[in-house]
């Protein structure tokens, strides 16, 4: 075996907070044959994988990872194809992503230059869909190129397979802790297309009336630096934006400004003036550093862990000694506060790493640990990796033939199904969560799960009468509840006649877990 896998290395100086414990084991790979046996290696032992970039949207814990860190360093530019209107570049995915924005900005190629200064490489613009000043990856990404860590071979994702929504891709989402992404085939403009929307933006350019693709990358610079401090050292090391803003549906918008009118009056005018400010296609963008500031959460601090008074989406490692759990208490009080007085249950961006000890203050806790100092991760299948530990909750690992069985059941759903789908769960439309449909969980697929919760979704589960399948549902529950996920179920008919009931039904239970 060529691969070299390490033993117990910190994490904290690969990251851009600076904290963090070890991983247990840890392995850089640069080739197709180190990734082949560095997924060889993880699936005999049965040891849960961290793919780890750049190291600038996550936090590690305290504990570290008790499993094998995979970090890609596959590195190299070139042109793929180009005529006299676009370009197409292939990106290795440990290249530096800012780097690779200014090589782009020098060529005069248009359409990433408001995403320069964002800390980082380049295979994370895939996986998070990265976005800032109204470009984002979705809108430049051709395709990706990606080892499937399981199957131990190369797939090649086109745009729309890789799902990008706001934050969010397949390979962060639906196939977490599946693929290693290789490189990136960027479609980039030769024709002057500058995107100049955002207010902070427009005032830094107001003087200039055809700035060029450099003029905007040194005005994006300089707004960051402004109100990001990059992450360079321990002190105020920092993940960027440590929360997502909100995209809003009009009825969540609606409950959004009565509560601000009842809690936060004065705030209010302004409100109403964001929402025409930062128009989005997919609903009402409301930038959450606002909620934050309205809060009166400006400079708190829990331990070393403090907000940005600049720019409050950012926690800062303020006295360069923060530990893991006070950034995370300090997240959960302001997802508290906000919830309490806005009506808004605000999501991480940064992605947790590792495995928990048993505090309130840290991210729901993993059924995996049992809070002792040795946290063993159970096989649940033979010969399946264990997906990384995330912020939002627990994803057991499952069967690879369960992945694609889920995906033939999104195809075919049910009428009932289809109809929870639209009606009540897409676009986190209960309470602001997150479900995902037909997600594979151990041995099992649940119709509808949310990670963030713990909780699954059955339609007709349980009110099944012949007797084999309902022993099958009565087994998966019992199975997911010892690992502290609730399931549960609604017939086809409750959904299909009485769509209300269930919405009111779901409600309650919704809020006793996120008690």
């Known amino acids: 075996m060529s691969l070299i896998i390490r033993e117990n290395i910190p994490l904290a100086p690969l990251t851009t907070f600076r904290v963090g414990g070890p991983a247990r084991y840890f392995a850089e790979v640069g080739s197709r044959e180190d990734l082949k046996e560095a997924s060889a290696w993880a699936i005999e032992k049965q040891c849960p994988v961290f793919i780890f970039g750049g190291g600038s949207n996550v936090l590690v814990s305290d504990e570290g990872f008790l499993g094998l860190v995979i970090r890609p360093n596959f590195l190299g530019k070139e042109i793929v194809r180009e005529d006299g209107e676009s370009v197409r570049i292939r990106l290795g995915s440990g290249e530096v992503w800012d780097e690779m924005v200014a090589w782009t900005v020098e060529n005069n190629w248009w359409g990433i230059e408001n995403l320069s200064h964002i800390p980082g490489r380049v295979g994370g613009l895939a996986v998070q869909n990265v976005g800032a000043y109204g470009q984002e990856a979705s809108q430049v990404v051709d395709s990706v190129e990606a080892w499937d860590i399981q199957d131990q071979k190369v797939r090649i994702f086109q745009k729309e397979e890789c799902l990008f929504r706001y934050r969010q891709s397949i390979f962060n989402v639906e196939e977490k802790g599946t693929y290693v992404i290789i490189s990136i085939v960027l479609k980039l403009s030769k024709i002057a297309s500058p995107k100049l929307d955002y207010p902070d933006l427009k005032k830094c350019l107001e003087s200039n009336v055809s700035p060029s693709i450099g003029d905007i990358r040194r005005c994006i610079i300089s707004i960051r630096d402004a109100k990001f401090p990059f992450p360079r050292e321990a002190q105020n090391g920092n993940a960027g934006s440590f929360f997502k803003n909100l995209v809003l549906t009009q009825d969540l918008y609606s409950i959004l400004e009565s509560s601000v009118a009842k809690n936060i009056p004065l705030a209010l005018p302004k409100l109403q003036e964001i929402k025409k400010k930062f128009p989005d296609q997919t609903g009402i963008k409301i930038p959450t550093a606002f909620l934050i500031d309205i809060c009166g959460l400006k400079g708190a601090s829990v331990g070393g862990a403090k907000i940005n008074e600049k720019q409050p989406l950012v926690i800062l490692n303020y006295t360069g000694k923060a530990m893991a759990k006070d950034i995370l208490a300090l997240a959960d009080q302001v997802i508290a506060t906000l919830h309490e007085k806005t009506g808004m249950r605000v999501e991480r961006e940064v992605e947790w790493v590792g495995a928990t000890s048993n505090r309130a203050t840290n991210p729901p806790r993993s059924p995996f640990d049992k809070g002792e100092e040795d946290v063993v991760t159970p096989s649940l299948v033979k010969g399946r990796i264990g997906v ?62 949310c990670s963030e919760l713990l909780l699954g979704i059955e339609i007709d589960g349980n009110y099944h009468t012949d007797q084999e399948i309902k022993e099958n549902d009565e087994e998966r529950s019992e199975l997911l509840k010892e690992f502290g996920i609730q399931v549960i179920r609604y017939t086809n008919e409750e959904v299909l006649e009485n769509i209300e009931g269930v919405r009111e039904d779901l409600g309650k239970r919704v809020g006793e877990r996120e008690q």
């Not at 009428?415 to 479900?435: A, I």
């Open 388 to 449: 990384g530990f995330v912020a939002r909750g627990l994803n057991l690992p499952y069967n690879q033939k369960l992945k694609i069985l889920a995906r033939e059941n999104r195809k075919n759903s049910t009428p009932s199904e289809s109809k929870m789908w639209n009606d009540v769960l897409r676009r986190r439309q209960c309470k602001g969560h997150t479900f995902l449909r037909q997600k594979p969980m151990g041995r099992f697929i649940l119709d509808f799960y």
